[in-house]
């Protein structure tokens, strides 16, 4: 069984920050790579970052990269997501997802285990 447990949401005012963590347990021990995904109300599921199991490769949407930081402790099972300067646009249920078979890091359809999400609200 694969488990995978976001934490770190919340309400924050525009140009405020906050870390998000992903917890991964059981089959997803096979990983190769771990997403994050975010999915506004009314807006299709989209791609936010993704980090490799070596950290060698690591991806960002367009409209995360400097702002964004995905991270990874492979001793303890987790995932980070440091989001910083964050604007309205970010709001969204955020997910993290682990890969076990290579394919587009930005592709839903490439992870095989998904998280429940957790809540992102940025005030204006």
């Known amino acids: 069984q694969a488990q995978l447990v976001e934490s770190g949401g919340g309400l924050v005012q525009a140009g405020g920050s906050l870390r998000l963590s992903c917890a991964a347990s059981?089959?997803?021990?096979?990983?190769?790579?771990m997403g994050w995904f975010r999915q506004a109300p009314g807006k299709e599921r989209e791609f936010v970052a993704f980090?490799?199991?070596?950290?060698?490769?690591?991806y960002y949407a367009d409209s995360v990269k400097g702002r964004f930081t995905i991270s990874s402790d492979n001793a303890k099972n987790m995932v980070y997501l440091q989001m910083n300067s964050l604007k309205p646009e970010d709001t969204a249920v955020y997910y993290c997802?682990?890969?076990?078979?290579?394919?587009?890091?930005?592709?839903?359809?490439?992870?095989?285990?998904w998280g429940q999400g957790t809540q992102v609200t940025v005030s204006s």
């Open positions: 997802a682990a890969r076990l078979r290579f394919g587009a890091p930005s592709i839903p359809d490439t992870y095989s285990y």
């Open positions: 059981g089959r997803t021990s096979s990983r190769n790579g």
């Open positions: 980090i490799s199991r070596s950290a060698s490769s690591i």
